[in-house]
């Protein structure tokens, strides 16, 4: 019988790429998509659509029992600069919904756990530069303290639960089919719509900033590949560290002027700045290339040109 799969947060950002690459690879019946707002025409329309709070564990348990499911990929999160607007609308949703997925699986209703977990883990005392899979992590921010307890409590379920959850440390993620809400890192999203549309932008992040960051394709090949791993090959219950790409603002405004000559970028850097500061430049993931083999594929110039050809296609 064919793998059933339930995405909760289907509609956001990674939710949309992932709930269509898992509609590809196990047919569109077999992955329900999950979210507590309908989603864009390309997601609506590639298979089932269910509407649920991803805090309400009787909705969520309703859909496992009644679709019979056995993997949940949880992608609803409250990213980091909303988080720091509404700390415990922030706490409550990133924990809530974990716990629901994660008591599920403990008792046996689901067999496998996706759940995202991100660089804002780390925090102004880690060390910055290809940050190690483990180090200090005191995390400033409250989404940042939210995925940081959080990957306690998955390595917590694995170990005493038996609970098969899988997770990434997540860095920037840039792409063009749906937009971001509420990231430090979105500017380098933002940059390409604008780029696009009046050929300047202004950056809320200053011009040094490097972040680690990756497009989207090798976030989903990355998601993908975790799932499909032996478990027994898995050294990481909490949370794998994933590297991909890493810039500043200028370097990526210098990449897309190769694209469109007259673009132009300043800075005015709002609080995003104070949360960017604290996170790593870059990141050493070699626990997931030894584990389950990640490499990834896009560089700069390569996600660049993939981004102002995605857009320009969509408009
Ligand atoms: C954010 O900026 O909050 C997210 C993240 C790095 O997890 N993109």
């Known amino acids: 019988m064919a793998l059933k799969t339930l995405i909760i947060g289907a509609c956001g950002q990674i939710g949309t790429e992932l709930t ?19 989603g864009n025409e390309e997601l609506m329309q590639s298979g089932p659509f269910e509407t649920a709070d991803a805090t309400d564990y009787k909705a969520i348990e309703d859909l496992v029992m009644h679709y019979e499911i056995d993997e949940i990929y949880l992608m609803a999160a409250m990213l980091s600069a909303t988080a720091e607007k509404f700390p415990m609308r922030g706490w409550h949703l990133n924990m809530d919904s974990l716990f629901n997925v994660l008591n599920l699986a403990k008792d046996k209703k689901v067999s496998k756990v996706f759940w995202p977990s991100s660089i804002a883990v780390f925090g102004p005392s880690t060390p910055q530069d290809q940050t190690p899979q483990t180090t200090i992590m005191e995390p400033t921010t409250v989404y940042g303290i939210s995925k940081q307890s959080g990957e306690r409590w998955c390595e917590y379920y694995h170990k005493k639960y038996g609970v098969d959850v899988r997770s990434i440390r997540y860095p920037g993620l840039i792409s063009y089919k749906t937009a971001p809400g509420g990231g430090t ?8 719509h604008e780029a696009l549309a ?22 989903i090949k990355a998601t993908m590949q975790l799932m499909d791993a032996p478990a027994e090959n898995l050294s990481i219950r909490s949370s794998y560290n994933l590297g991909g790409i890493s810039f500043t603002p200028k370097q990526l405004a210098e990449e897309i002027k190769k694209e469109i000559a007259d673009f132009s970028i300043d800075y005015a850097p709002d609080f995003r700045q104070d949360i960017a500061e604290t996170w790593p430049s870059s990141i050493d993931d070699t626990f997931a290339q030894k584990d389950w083999k990640w490499k990834h594929d896009f560089d700069l110039q390569k996600m660049t040109k993939a981004m102002l050809r995605g857009l320009k296609k969509q408009a």
């Open 20 to 38: 269509l690459s898992l509609r590809e690879k196990y047919g569109k019946d077999n992955v329900i998509a999950v979210d507590i707002r309908e």
């Open 185 to 192: 890192t979105d500017y380098a999203i933002e940059i390409f």
């Open 198 to 219: 009046s050929k300047k932008y202004t950056s809320f992040l200053s011009e040094e900033t490097a972040l680690p960051m990756m497009f989207m394709d090798d976030a």
